[in-house]
């Protein structure tokens, strides 16, 4: 087992899970709150966006693109397609073309940092998240949908 790989893709369930955080029980119309710079569905659009470069780093063929938005409800859905696909790949015994350290510093933690962003325009809307104790959370490697275990100690 690579130690590196595997924290990569701990990184990735933490993203997932706190992805799911942010935006579980938003209210219908979140996706295009529009007071707090880019709107949620154009944040979600660039952290799949980031994952897609991310996968694409790790292939050795880097490749950026800006996707348009779609509809809230799909735009979910391709972050977290696009985060298991990463993780697949993470998962698999492919050879990895992008140093771990790179993607981490890179585009992960940049789509960590939308998810805070999510996070700060629930409350704007509205409709803030729980706080919780995210170091004891039920976060675990391969788990990256938007199925995430419940919290385990909210504040």
Known sequence: MD??????????????????RALENAPIDFG???????????????????????????LGSPVWNETQPLDWQQ???????????????????????????RLLQGPICDALTHTGQLTLLR???GSPTHRENFSVAAIA?????????????LF
Not at 7 to 17: E, F, G, P, Q
Not at 39 to 52: F, N, S
Not at 78 to 99: G, V
């Open 3 to 20: 130690e590196k790989r595997e924290l990569l893709r701990h990184a990735l369930a933490t993203l997932a899970y706190r992805t799911t």
């Open 32 to 58: 295009n709150f529009t007071e707090g710079g880019r709107t949620p569905v154009q944040i979600v659009a660039h952290m799949g966006d980031l994952l897609v470069w991310a996968l694409s780093m790790a």
């Open 75 to 101: 735009e979910e859905q391709r972050f977290y397609r696009a985060l298991a696909s990463f993780d697949a790949f993470l998962a698999s015994r492919a050879t990895l073309h992008t140093p771990v350290e």
């Open 123 to 125: 409350r704007l809307a």
């Open 141 to 153: 490697v391969g788990q990256v949908s938007s199925l995430q275990p419940a919290p385990v100690k």
